[in-house]
Nanobody
Framework: VQLQASGGGLVQAGGSLRVSCAASGLTFSRYSMGWFRQAPGKEREFLAAIGWNGWNGGRTHYSDSVKGRFTISRDNAKNTVYLQMNSLKPEDTAVYYC????????????????WGQGTLVTVSS
């Protein structure tokens, strides 16, 4: 399983950015996907998750810190999961990681087996 995150960059506070994660080496529709981030000097933080296709048709779950600002989605035809980020704040600056877990049902369980390499998002004030 390989996960390739992309789309990071520099954006001004209040702006928007969409990061993507392309998956390969797996039957993508059978994997629940998650997004996490890690800021310098801080622990990794869960952001959002989306269920696999055969369970509740892609149910989503968000952390309170991003609910209402970030949206997770998936395109099973492209083996890609997205994180649309709006109303960005300087405190959103971090390396953003995607993760995958086979047929995960409990989206509140933030343990994932497969991880991507991360993409850096910098939000300037």
């Amino acid at each position: 399983v390989q996960l390739q995150a992309s789309g990071g960059g520099l954006v001004q506070a209040g702006g928007s950015l969409r990061v993507s994660c392309a998956a390969s080496g797996l039957t993508f529709s059978r994997y629940s996907m998650g997004w996490f981030r890690q800021a310098p000097g801080k622990e990794r933080e869960f952001l959002a998750a989306i269920g696999w296709n055969g369970w509740n048709g892609g149910r989503t779950h968000y952390s309170d810190s991003v609910k209402g600002r970030f949206t997770i989605s998936r395109d099973n035809a492209k083996n890609t999961v997205y994180l649309q980020m709006n109303s960005l704040k300087p405190e959103d600056t971090a390396v953003y990681y995607c993760a995958a877990d086979f047929e995960k049902v409990d989206l509140l369980d933030h343990k994932y087996r497969h991880w991507g390499q991360g993409t850096l998002v910098t939000v300037s004030s």
